[in-house]
């Protein structure tokens, strides 16, 4: 099983859309989680991280249930610009060394006009 | 603004040539990681380094080595290179965080290498 799974997409919506995509991690000592974002031939970079409680921020939603290991990020009123591959990332969680990020294999989002 | 700078964007070489691939941040960062991403597996990491020539295997290290002499660099080494190490290669650098775990992780703009 892998430690970070991704519905792989992709998803086509029409802009204005309401879309979610969820994430599934097997590690349950896992502290940290995240949602980065990698446009076409760029390096990913953070989105938001996720957090107990769940956080918003704008348009973008996300939640995580611990006690089921899962992750979701709800975009709404999607944006052309929102057409990206969206990439939940969870902490290794090892004790001592370097906080290892593990990333999911993405879920790519095209937003049609 | 903050950078994690990588030697090259495309790079071609032979099989059995000895390849070094060059990430250098501006951050302080403590950790820095070297990570490949393939179509349909995601990235996955190669190496990582936490200090100063400390350095710990990640997921896939094998025909891989690395370097960390200085705290701002950190090399990707692969002693022969071959046809199945060719690949979109990435580098990242991460704050020491304890105990707050939560650190934003920052890349290079990738090394697309392509072993012939």
């Known amino acids: 099983r892998k430690e970070v799974e991704q519905d792989p997409g992709p998803f086509n919506v029409p802009e204005g859309a309401t879309v979610a995509f969820n994430c599934t991690y097997s590690n349950s000592a896992s502290q940290s989680f995240f949602w980065y974002r990698q446009d076409c031939r760029k390096e990913p970079k953070l989105l938001m991280s996720?957090?107990?409680s769940g956080n918003e921020d704008g348009r973008f939603t996300a939640q995580l249930n611990r006690a089921s290991q899962y992750i979701s990020l709800l975009i709404r009123d999607s944006k052309l610009s929102d057409s990206a591959t969206y990439l939940c990332v969870v902490d290794r969680a090892r004790s001592g060394s370097a906080r290892q990020l593990t990333f999911g294999s993405g879920t790519q989002l095209t937003v049609l006009p | 603004d903050v950078k994690v700078t990588q030697s090259s964007r495309y790079l071609v070489k032979r099989t059995g040539e000895k390849v070094f691939l060059e990430c250098v941040q501006d951050m302080d960062h403590e950790n820095m990681f070297w990570y490949r991403q393939d179509p349909g597996l995601g990235l996955r990491l190669i190496y990582f380094?936490?200090?100063?020539?400390?350095?710990e295997k990640g997921d896939i290290p094998e025909g891989y080595s690395v370097s960390r002499e200085k705290k701002e660099r950190f090399s990707l080494i692969l002693e022969s290179a071959s046809t199945n190490q060719t690949s979109m290669y990435l580098c990242a650098s991460s704050l020491w965080s304890e105990p707050r775990p939560n650190t934003e992780a920052f890349f290079g703009q990738g090394t697309r290498l392509t072993v012939v």
């Open positions: 996720v957090y107990s």
């Open positions: 380094s936490y200090d100063v020539k400390m350095k």
